[in-house]
């Protein structure tokens, strides 16, 4: 499968919060790309999400350097090599937020949610803990490819909720999963094949939530420049409230 990715991203602080707690990477040595949403007061949110980041892009770079590194956690034979060494990094990110939370009474509480897309030769594989998005749009078609990890995904799995009721939610801000959270983590994975034209849309909920899917995709499906089309999502966000920071990493599969 012979593609190159071209890549585009935007981080903004929304229009209700004080500062950006979200952080991303674009890790293109590695084919890996990263959308971190913090939680937590004082600006630890911030931490954490520059923490899960920093954590993976150095755990996937001592990998590469040096392929019989001896890992934090056991491999899971039921994955293959390189969907391993993703969900590993991911583990060891969260373990080293909850170490610092737990240790340092300043940022005692805090998380982030993550979504990442892992680029092989072969395919792609996303991974995700909370409510952090992966999108593909195909051929004018938008599909989600994460489930959140969220307190109203789970009422919606358990009684179909009319869209008022999920308008009105008052626990919406409300995620099951996360880094930092608990001393171990599960992590979501998916394998893709993809196509050439191909756009994947990470996300963090600042964009997912004020944006309707059908703008998403009309959006990235109408505007073949990749930083406009960046900044024209968080501008909609933004037009539509901006209740929460926004952050999108947009790859696109070119011949």
Not at 56 to 71: M, S
Request: proline fraction near 3%.
């Amino acid at each position: 499968m012979s593609f190159r990715i071209q890549v585009a991203a935007e981080t903004n602080v929304g229009m209700k919060r004080p500062h950006n707690e979200d952080n991303f990477a674009i890790v293109e040595q590695h084919g890996l790309y990263m959308v971190a949403d913090g939680m937590g007061g004082h600006a630890s949110g911030e931490i954490a999400s520059k923490m899960a980041v920093d954590a993976i892009a150095e755990f996937f770079a001592t990998t590469a350097e040096d392929t019989e590194k001896t890992w934090p956690y056991k491999m899971d034979r039921a994955r293959g090599y390189e969907e391993n060494r993703l969900v590993v990094a991911i583990k060891l990110a969260n373990l080293r937020i909850y170490e610092r939370a737990q240790r340092d009474r300043a940022t005692r509480g805090m998380g982030t949610t993550l979504v990442s897309l892992f680029t092989l030769s072969d395919g792609i594989y996303i991974a995700h803990v909370g409510d952090s998005r992966a999108y593909r749009v195909r051929n004018g078609q938008l599909t989600q490819l994460t489930e959140d990890h969220s307190l109203l995904n789970d009422y919606i799995k358990m009684r179909r909720l009319t869209p008022d009721e999920i308008a009105n939610f008052p626990h919406k801000n409300v995620i099951t999963r996360a880094l930092g959270m608990k001393e171990i983590v599960k992590v979501d994975t998916r394998f893709e094949i993809p196509e050439v034209g191909d756009v994947y849309v990470l996300c963090s909920d600042g964009l997912a939530g004020p944006i309707s899917d059908a703008e998403i995709c009309e959006i990235v499906s109408g505007t073949s420049d990749l930083e406009a089309c960046a900044s024209q999502l968080v501008a909609r966000a933004n037009k539509n409230g901006g209740p929460d920071n926004i952050t999108v990493v947009l790859a696109r599969l070119v011949p």
